[in-house]
């Protein structure tokens, strides 16, 4: 997925920016977006959203 989506739609100058994008992607994107068992088979982000929608 992190190959079609993507690694293989830019083209690097430098291997450090390639690895700076990688890592935005792991972090800002797909665990933000997948389903965990922890959380009740739910996302991150529906978890922080249930979460402040109760507080309010």
Do not use: M
């Not at 935005?24 to 997948?34: C, V």
């Not at 959380?39 to 991150?44: A, C, S």
């Amino acid at each position: 997925i992190l190959k079609n989506e993507l690694i293989y739609h830019k083209d690097y100058k430098t291997r450090f920016t390639a690895i700076t994008d990688i890592i935005k992607y792991i972090e800002l994107y797909y665990n933000q977006t997948r389903i965990q068992k922890g959380l009740g088979y739910k996302t991150p982000r529906q978890v922080w959203f249930d979460f402040y929608r109760q507080a309010a």
